[in-house]
Nanobody, 115 residues
Framework: QVHLVESGGGSVQPGGSLRLSCEDS????????MGWYRQAPGQQRESVAN???????DVANSVKGRFTISRDNAKNMMYMQMNSLKPEDTAVYYC?????????WGQGTQVTVSS
């Protein structure tokens, strides 16, 4: 089926950049919507960005102009370029994908923004 694996998290200083990747290492089925959520300590999980299989993207107001989501359907990959990172971006970032009526989630990758 679908097996999502995130990579690219880490620790950066404010103003820095990171690029998150999400790979579907499963059976390579045709995924519809994919996206990223994040969860900071003590906070609810929030939607950050999502993208359809046709490439139509949407990002949260809190990251608009700083984060860019993209995907490569041929490689079963999704990416999120994160620039001008702020301490409030610190969270565990999870990728997800929709296949039919099912949602699949990755294990999460930690992003820490601190001086």
């Amino acid at each position: 089926q679908v097996h999502l694996v995130e990579s690219g998290g880490g620790s950066v200083q404010p103003g820095g950049s990171l690029r998150l990747s999400c790979e579907d290492s499963g059976m390579g089925v045709r995924l519809s919507r994919m996206g990223w959520y994040r969860q900071a300590p003590g906070q609810q999980r929030e939607s950050v960005a999502n993208i359809t299989s046709a490439g139509s993207a949407d990002v949260a107001n809190s990251v608009k102009g700083r984060f860019t989501i993209s995907r490569d359907n041929a490689k079963n990959m999704m990416y999120m370029q994160m620039n001008s990172l702020k301490p409030e971006d610190t969270a565990v970032y999870y990728c997800y994908a929709v296949w039919g009526r099912l949602d699949f989630w990755g294990q999460g990758t930690q992003v820490t923004v601190s001086s």
